[in-house]
């Protein structure tokens, strides 16, 4: 079975390198991007099996981009997990309004993100 | 009171739908009647209430000068009145003597007709007893003509006189009849009848007929001059009565108006500052006691007004500085909210790489650098723990906290409170027992930040207890669901008991630095609850352990929350 593809949406470097290093040891292959929109460009080029999405990107912010990756018939079905540094009440409800799949709040711990994965795509 | 006159005939209904004056307007008294507005507009009657109202006396003087005024004219009354019924006493008196004298003059009318007619019988019968009859009459005439003359007025003495000498000429004959008689000359008796003494009598009754007469034109005068008298005393008695009722109504309406009009423009003035239309002033003309009272009126309506603008200017600078501060509440929750999002980014790359190296992701950590990275681990946790107390707690302070409420499930959430704390309790060896009441329902309300209280408050009891238990226990009560978190740590001086909820309060600095926390999780877990619409409260014995309990409805009201 090929390996499941996952797009990681994220400003900080810091960030990107965990989840680099986190997926380095699973069979996930790791596609990144900065910002909101090459984030929804890359999703639609790549198709990736599951997308982690930050809410607060430059240019277009990670709930937007949510919400256009839902009107591409190619990303439509695709699980997109929204992580936010807010965690103001009412940001998990804006979350899935826009159309995320699951909610997950900063700091996370990366084994929570790692099972988080596991559970809505199977490694392959 | 000059100004309103002009309306002052169409007063009757002004006083409801006149527009309120405006602040500083200066007015006088409003609503007198119809016909007093008329006489204090259109008669020199309103100049005279002026007047009266502007003398520099005092009240009690002018009612005493009006009554000493009326009194007197009455006591002119009386006075003339007595006068009057003297002169009339005295016509009377007349008329009375008058009325006797001609009376008396009857008598000697009378008893000339006896003496003439004895004289008759004297010749017929010729006796000395008819002559003696004869004497008699004679006496009984002189004695009433006496009287008569004693009592007479100057103008009928000489009359009198002339009677008095006819009568002695008379009696004259009369004894030379009675000579003649007793002599036995009849013939010549008869001669002196007839030819001297009737025309002597005749004489005589014709004097007595003057003095009738006389008599008879003074009674008519005397009865005259009491007519005459009786009229001037009802001319003179009803011209006093019309006067002094005229005084009296003149005073009464002078009088009272002088004092009504200051009072109608203290009502109306005091109406005006009862509805908070200050600096009004009153208007009088009155230098009385009344006056005074305007004078001191104005200067409270002055003062009013004074102090009044003063605490609108100070309102007005207290609404701009709470709205300055308003914006600055503002700012600093979106500053904290930002800065919040800044402060985790960092902090989760910090937890986040410390995880994969205590996951042994970069090869196995070797035991001498576990600890330190688990110390790491711990204080980045309590930082983050920081961060979420001061964002909360702008949030509620900004009044933007809301609730999510949903339907949770009450020892769900105890059990999650209860993993998150069991760790921490048994390092310090400390019972930790968690008691759910069998029959609690599904609860509705904002679940994780309910399980968040009890974090804090078992979190705290934990921290303040060094050995014995803690405990945490749920149950419902009606519409409420009481939650209690009690040890057997060390306790809450009573005095520190109402400050134990207030931001950054631990009971003294010493504790603080021994024990750790933010001092902010009592201030939070309170306004948690609030907001839920229940109540927390504390109760600790100093050595023994504290109880903290709060309840919150079983079901959040609509309403609340987001």
Redesign the interface.
């Given at each position: 079975m090929s390996p499941k593809t996952v797009l990681y949406v994220e400003d900080n470097a810091f960030n990107r390198k965990i989840v680099r290093q986190l997926l380095g040891s699973t069979t996930y292959r790791l596609v990144e991007a900065i910002d909101g929109e090459q984030g929804v460009a890359t999703a639609i080029d790549t198709l990736p099996d599951i997308i982690l999405m930050d809410v607060q990107l430059p240019n277009l912010d990670g709930l937007d981009a949510t919400r256009r990756l839902r009107q591409e018939p190619l990303t439509a079905g695709i699980p997109i997990v929204v992580v936010t540094s807010f965690a103001l009440s009412g940001d998990e409800q804006k979350a899935m309004e826009a159309g995320a799949t699951a909610y997950l709040a900063k700091p996370y711990s990366p084994r929570d993100l790692l099972a988080l994965i596991r559970k809505l795509v199977p490694e392959g | 009171m000059p100004q309103q006159c002009p309306n002052a005939a169409d007063e009757g209904d002004r006083r409801v739908t006149q527009p309120p004056p405006n602040p500083g307007q200066t007015f006088g008294a409003a609503g007198p009647g119809r016909l007093d507005g008329f006489l204090l507009t259109r008669t020199p009657l309103g100049r005279l209430v002026r007047w009266v109202a502007g003398l520099q006396t005092s009240v009690r003087s002018k009612l005493l000068f009006a009554f000493l005024l009326i009194v007197l004219l009455l006591i002119g009354v009386g006075a003339t009145s007595l006068q009057i019924l003297s002169s009339m006493g005295r016509h009377l008196r007349g008329l009375d003597e008058a009325h006797e004298r001609v009376h008396w003059t009857q008598q000697i009318e009378h008893a000339l007709a006896l003496q003439m007619h004895y004289t008759a019988i004297a010749l017929v019968r010729r006796d000395e007893a008819a002559v003696a009859q004869i004497l008699r009459e004679n006496n009984r005439f002189n004695d009433t003509l006496a009287r008569i003359a004693a009592a007479a007025p100057p103008d009928e003495r000489a009359l009198i006189q002339q009677i008095r000498v006819s009568q002695d000429d008379a009696m004259a004959v009369v004894a030379d009849i009675a000579n003649s008689i007793r002599e036995g000359k009849i013939d010549d008796a008869l001669h002196a009848l007839t030819a001297r003494e009737d025309p002597l009598y005749r004489t005589i009754e014709g004097l007595v007929r003057q003095v009738v007469h006389a008599e008879e034109t003074r009674m008519a005068t005397f009865r005259a001059g009491v007519t005459a008298a009786t009229h001037r005393s009802l001319i003179a008695i009803g011209a006093f009565a019309t006067v002094a009722i005229l005084l009296a109504l003149l005073f009464g309406f002078v009088i009272s108006w002088s004092f009504i009009l200051p009072v109608q423009a203290a009502h109306e003035f005091l109406g005006q500052v009862a509805a908070g239309n200050f600096g009004v002033t009153v208007a009088t003309a009155n230098r009385d006691e009344f006056g005074a009272l305007a004078e001191n009126m104005n200067r409270m309506s002055r003062d009013l007004k004074r102090l009044d603008e003063e605490q609108r200017a100070a309102a007005a600078e207290l609404r701009s500085l709470n709205e300055r501060l308003a914006q600055a509440s503002r700012a600093k929750t979106e500053f904290l909210?930002s800065m919040?999002?800044e402060l985790?980014?960092?902090?989760?790359?910090i937890?986040?790489?410390g995880?994969?190296m205590l996951?042994n992701?970069?090869g196995e950590v070797p035991e001498s650098l576990r600890e330190p990275l688990l110390d790491i681990q711990t204080n980045g946790r309590h930082l983050?723990r920081l961060i979420?107390d001061v964002?909360d707690l702008s949030?509620i302070e900004a009044g933007r906290?809301?609730?999510?409420p949903s339907e949770y499930v009450v020892s769900d959430m105890l059990e999650t409170v209860r993993a998150s704390l069991r760790s921490l309790a048994s390092e310090k060896g400390l019972d930790f027992v968690v008691t759910a009441a069998p029959d609690l329902p599904l609860a509705y309300g904002?679940g994780k930040?309910l399980a968040q209280c009890l974090l804090n408050l078992a979190g705290n009891a934990i921290k303040f207890t060094k050995e014995g238990r803690v405990e945490i226990a749920a149950e419902r009560r009606g519409a409420l669901l009481v939650y209690r978190v009690s040890d057997t740590g060390i306790g809450i001086p009573e005095d520190q008991l109402d400050d134990v909820f207030a931001e950054f309060r631990q009971v003294n600095a010493t504790i603080s630095r021994e024990y750790g926390g933010t001092g902010l999780g009592l201030s939070i877990t309170k306004k948690f609850v609030e907001l839920h619409g229940g109540r927390i409260w504390v109760e600790s014995t100093v050595g023994k352990g504290s109880t903290f309990s709060f309840e919150v409805p079983v079901r959040l009201p609509d309403g609340r929350g987001?």
């Open positions: - | 909210a919040s999002h985790r980014t960092p902090l989760n790359a937890l986040g790489f995880e994969l996951d992701l970069y983050l979420n964002l949030k906290m809301e609730l999510a904002d930040r987001a």
